[in-house]
């Protein structure tokens, strides 16, 4: 597909969204789902899990998002599973966020904007995660080839984790928190755009009041929120209420284990991925 031929990716994530509720399920093949499966912890171990994923939710969920680490973790034969999973995205038309949270010095981020995002790289998905924590401006090249070839990106804001407080409260020398200075740039790459802005952020949705007491303007962004920590990290629907007030039905949604846990059997898996959904759906609306 051509760069001219794809449309911007946060109109698809919409598309997507309103057609299959706001959740995104994540392929994070730990060693210990692995074994619950009854799959050998190597790289075709990792392949044949993610490929069941795929059979079970493709085109019924707005959005897969592979974590490249537990691809990575079998060397280069783990990266051709996860070639492959984004291969499978294509073809089916589900929309692949690669969870890989890159982030370096501009001359740096230039690859790896060209392997996550240039069309015709066998790891560019629909979007892809990236750490603004080497200053935003250092994503320039990704932000450059993701508007230019369609895809997304996804920049950490509030993580999931309590560590990141120490680094995303921290005041600038503008007095305003980084994760608020990080949101406002986003905001301004995604200013006039319908119905949806390109460039997302990732809020997990176990930070609670963190938003507010950050100064984050989450309904400003005009962009997608990714937000981890739905099911195994302990947040539900109250959560999801909590965390984005107004900004609800910007969320998309993400569980990994919280749905994986119901695998290897496809049609358990999607009823595990639906009930997720109907709940994210039913906090969100
Ligand atoms: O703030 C963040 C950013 C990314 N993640 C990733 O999401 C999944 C969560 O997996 P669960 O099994 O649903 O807990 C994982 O790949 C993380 O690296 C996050 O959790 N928090």
Redesign the pocket.
């Known amino acids: 597909m051509t760069a001219t031929a794809r449309r911007p990716f946060g109109a698809r994530l919409a598309e997507a969204m309103d057609a299959h509720g706001p959740l995104c399920v994540?392929i994070?093949p730990h060693a210990s789902l692995l074994a619950d499966w009854g799959l050998p912890d190597d790289a075709e171990g990792v392949r044949r899990f993610a490929l069941r994923v795929m059979e079970a939710l493709a085109g019924r969920v707005a959005a897969v998002?592979p974590?490249a680490?537990f691809f990575e973790r079998h060397g280069s034969a783990g990266v051709a599973a996860l070639e492959e999973v984004v291969a499978v995205g294509l073809q089916t038309g589900t929309l692949v966020v690669v969870?890989a949270?890159r982030g370096d010095i501009g001359s740096t981020m230039g690859a790896y904007a060209e392997a996550y995002l240039r069309d015709g790289s066998p790891l560019a998905g629909d979007a892809l995660?990236v750490s603004p924590y080497l200053g935003f401006g250092a994503l320039g090249p990704a932000v450059d080839l993701a508007r230019e070839s369609g895809r997304g990106l996804f920049v950490?804001c509030l993580?999931?984790?309590t560590e990141?407080r120490e680094v995303q409260h921290a005041r600038t020398s503008d007095g305003v928190s980084v994760a608020a200075a990080v949101a406002a740039r986003a905001a301004a790459l995604n200013a006039g755009a319908d119905p949806l802005g390109s460039v997302g952020l990732?809020v997990?949705a176990t930070v609670g009041d963190d938003a507010r007491l950050a100064g984050v303007d989450l309904a400003h962004v005009n962009g997608p929120l990714l937000a981890?920590?739905?099911?195994?990290?302990g947040a539900g629907a109250p959560e999801l209420a909590r965390v984005f007030g107004s900004a609800r039905r910007q969320v998309l949604a993400?569980?990994?284990?919280?749905v994986?846990r119901a695998g290897p059997d496809v049609s358990a898996l999607r009823a595990a991925a639906g009930a997720a959904a109907s709940e994210a759906a039913a906090a969100l609306r």
């Open positions: 994540g994070d998002k974590q680490a969870d949270k995660t950490l993580t999931s984790n990141g990732v997990g981890p920590g739905v099911g195994a990290q993400s569980s990994s284990r919280g994986l």
